[in-house]
């Protein structure tokens, strides 16, 4: 059973058209992270939540912003989409004290 | 920073037995992580090292040495479903807030 469920799992938007992407856990996990993932590329931290701080990734475009309104939920919105932000997004949870990172399926943005 | 360095690709043999490798550079390192991540799906926990030495699992195995900043992630008995990509991982610093990953190596199992 899936314990770190994002969706939609393909999302096609328009250039500038902004996007929610979603992700919810079971797991209970107090650490949430959203990750970027570009074709062939390493996957690239864009922020974290631990609980219901926020850390934001220094060189993280203003352009992505995030919500966690509970425990089980985070969101991940992209205001105004550029032809560079098609790519994987990835969403992971981490229980406190504890170093593995479960992942979900992840959300495939294309913009056109 | 750090700088985390795998070979790109790989091409291996069905039954055969394939060492993947990975070196970094970063301070503060407190732990390595191989993760296995199949086209279009999200990565998988392998292996966890904070200590030299060699971790077994199964048919996979991990092997961290500190002091070069080199670890490996090794596949025995390799299955055709073991085609994908292979992602190194480090912790920098405490807590896995700062985790930071390799470009990874793809690997194609071959018949």
């Known amino acids: 059973d899936a314990m770190v469920i994002q969706n939609p799992r393909y999302q096609v938007t328009q250039f500038g058209k902004p996007v929610t992407l979603s992700c919810s856990q079971t797991l209970n996990h107090n650490v949430m992270y959203w990750y970027q993932q570009k074709s062939s590329q390493a996957p690239k931290l864009l922020f974290h939540?631990?609980?219901?701080?926020?850390?934001n990734e220094a060189d993280t475009p203003d352009n992505f912003q995030s919500r966690r309104p509970n425990t089980s939920f985070c969101f991940l919105d992209i205001r105004s989409p550029g032809l560079g932000d098609a790519a994987m997004y990835l969403c992971?949870?981490?229980?406190?004290?504890?170093?593995?990172?479960?992942f979900g399926a992840g959300s495939r943005l294309t913009v056109l | 920073g750090q700088n985390i360095d795998q070979p790109t690709e790989m091409t291996a043999t069905e039954g055969a037995i394939v060492q993947i490798n990975c070196t970094y550079q970063t301070s503060g390192f407190n732990g390595l992580f191989w993760y296995q991540q199949h086209a279009g799906e999200a990565p998988t926990f392998l292996s966890y090292?904070?200590?030299?030495g060699l971790e077994e699992k199964g048919r996979f195995s991990s092997f961290l040495s500190r002091s070069k900043g080199y670890s490996y992630l090794l596949l025995k008995e390799l299955q055709m479903k073991d085609s994908a990509s292979y992602l190194c991982?480090?912790?920098?610093?405490?807590?896995?807030?700062?985790?930071?990953f390799g470009t990874g190596t793809r690997l194609t199992v071959i018949p």
């Open positions: 992971a949870t981490r229980s406190a004290g504890a170093n593995v990172l479960t």
């Open positions: 991982a480090v912790i920098q610093g405490t807590g896995a807030n700062n985790l930071f």
């Open positions: 939540y631990y609980d219901k701080d926020f850390n």
């Open positions: 090292n904070v200590l030299d």
